[in-house]
């Protein structure tokens, strides 16, 4: 049972990145996803979530209109679509399941319990 995050690299500020969050060993669709990051010296954020339907999801201020959060459940991924970049992105990049996170929990870090490894996104200015 694990996720595995993938899709980070080094882009120019402006330009754009899709992270995938696949899961093996079980299936996504009873399972909220959220997006965190963390950078160096800081404490990780929440970025994003999305409910087990996809039906709802939520977007930290710092990338609201530039960030959008999808899931595929016949592929067992979830997706972070990251446009408009800013050297502030700056981060690894985790994904966190839980079927019980939603809701204003799904921000906060304690309320998953299963992570995937973390992908580097460095944003060049």
């Known amino acids: 049972v694990q996720l595995q995050a993938s899709g980070g690299g080094l882009v120019q500020a402006g330009r754009s990145l899709r992270l995938s969050c696949a899961a093996s060993g079980f299936t996504l669709d009873n399972y909220v996803i959220g997006w965190f990051r963390q950078a160096p010296g800081k404490e990780r954020e929440g970025v994003s979530c999305?409910?087990?339907?996809?039906?709802?999801?939520y977007y930290a201020d710092s990338v609201k209109g530039r960030f959008t959060i999808s899931r595929d459940n016949a592929k067992n991924t979830v997706y972070l679509q990251m446009n408009s970049l800013k050297p502030e992105d700056t981060a690894v990049y985790y994904c966190?399941?839980?079927?019980?996170?939603?809701?204003?929990?799904?921000?906060?870090?304690?309320?998953?319990?299963?992570w995937g490894q973390g992908t580097q996104v460095t944003v060049s200015s």
């Open positions: 966190a399941a839980d079927p019980l996170a939603w809701g204003p929990r799904c921000t906060r870090s304690d309320a998953y319990h299963l």
């Open positions: 999305i409910s087990s339907s996809g039906g709802s999801t």
